[in-house]
Every structure is written in C-alpha cells, then in structure tokens.
C-alpha cells in the first residue's frame, strides 16, 4: 500500500510563493504517474498538475499554467509543487496523488488515481 504525506501548506499574502512537497512511501516514485489536485470550501476537487509516469511529460490546470511547477525527486521519493503568484482563488486543501498507470490522457482525472494523501490547506489572503 503506496502512502502519501504531504507538507509545506499555511497562510500567505496574494502574491507569494509556496512550495508544497509529497513524500511517497514507495521508493521507486518514478513507476508512478503522481499529480496535485486541490478542494476549495463548497467547491469539487480541481486538477491542479500532473507528471507521467516514468517521463517528463506534464500537466496542469488552465488558472495554474506559468505559475505552477511540479516535480519529482526519485533519489528522496518527493514530489513538489512550486506555486508562484499565488491568489485568493487558490486557497484550498492541497492533495497529493499518485497511480501506477502509463499514458497521458488520464491525468487530469481524479478517480484514475489509487493512492492519496491527507492534504495540506494553503491559505491566501488578500
């Protein structure tokens, strides 16, 4: 049974950076295709960013592109998103999530991935 903690949430002015990290009790973090998604009060989860499995190709949510980063450390079993800019509208749980299935068209579904973390809330004020 894969686990996934995550880390590095809190609160923030509009404007700021937040670097959250996932860490993956797997060690071989680049059989996994891993990705973000985040909940906002009253709101569905939301797509936030993807990596593929075993590839460099990613993914992300159209209000995340260009501010957004995600990426892997398989020598530490992390998984990281960089959020830069960050606005009110991106306050919500954070969720790390992973899966071992190869290919792309998938990764912004929710419901394909097996594993799933707790979450970390970010908070931004404005």
């Known amino acids: 049974q894969v686990q996934l903690v995550e880390s590095g949430g809190g609160l923030v002015q509009a404007g700021d950076s937040l670097k959250l990290s996932c860490v993956v009790s797997?060690?071989?973090?680049?059989?996994?295709?891993v990705a973000w998604f985040r909940q906002g009060p009253g709101q569905e989860r939301e797509f936030v960013a993807a990596?593929?499995?075993?590839?460099?190709?990613?993914d992300y949510g159209d209000s995340m592109k260009g501010r957004f980063t995600i990426s892997r450390d398989s020598a530490k079993s992390m998984v990281y998103l960089q959020m830069n800019s960050l606005k009110p509208e991106d306050t919500a749980v954070y969720y790390c999530?992973?899966?071992?299935?190869?290919?792309?068209?998938?990764?912004?579904?929710?419901?394909?991935?097996?594993?799933w973390g707790q979450g970390t809330q970010v908070t931004v004020s404005s």
């Open positions: 999530a992973a899966e071992q299935s190869y290919g792309t068209r998938w990764l912004r579904l929710a419901a394909e991935y097996a594993y």
């Open positions: 797997e060690r071989a973090v680049n059989d996994y295709a």
């Open positions: 990596l593929a499995r075993s590839s460099s190709t990613t």
